[in-house]
């Protein structure tokens, strides 16, 4: 059964960043010829950038999201209530390249103005990609950073958005 969704005027959105991206998770979903894709992140925010209302995600440059990303022009950031912490662990670990995570978990996907979000979310930050930037060695400051986060080279990459709307069920 999919779930209603309203439109959340920006105003009235209230959220805290650290708790819902830390420490519940977040989801990010994009699609690409069909193929939906889910990856569990951890890092993220939101913010003003460039006059426009922005969200931002951190990807890896060897994750399966990265690559359709990179083909696709939109985006969402899904959060939900507690009780998916091992479905996100699940999207986290395994690649889409291999399987279809949303059934394999038994997770819906949605549309809003064309853009997949996960049915069983809460809260869905809709996001049209406006940049692609990868965070460098060079412009680490912290040397801490590179040891603990970057061991093999592996850098994220920054994804900007234009939020598009909120949604909240």
Request: with cysteine; proline share 3%.
């Amino acid at each position: 059964m999919k779930h209603v969704f309203q439109d959340l005027p920006m105003e009235m959105a209230e959220m805290n960043p650290f708790a819902r991206f830390g420490l519940d998770w977040a989801l990010l979903v994009t699609e690409k010829d069909g193929k939906t894709n889910g990856m569990t992140i951890a890092w993220g925010g939101m913010g003003v950038m460039w006059d426009k209302n922005v969200a931002y995600v951190f990807v890896r440059g060897s994750r399966y999201t990265k690559e359709l990303l990179d083909s696709t022009e939109t985006f969402s950031v899904n959060f939900f209530g507690g009780k998916e912490k091992n479905a996100l662990k699940y999207f986290g670990k395994v690649s889409g390249r291999d399987e279809d995570k949303f059934a394999n978990v038994g997770f819906g996907v949605d549309y809003h103005k064309g853009i997949a979000f996960a049915d069983e979310s809460n809260f869905v930050v809709v996001c049209k990609t406006l940049s692609c930037t990868k965070i460098e060695p060079d412009g680490i400051l912290d040397p801490t950073i590179l040891s603990q986060f970057y061991p093999k080279g592996d850098f994220h990459y920054m994804y900007v958005g234009e939020i598009v709307e909120f949604l909240a069920r």
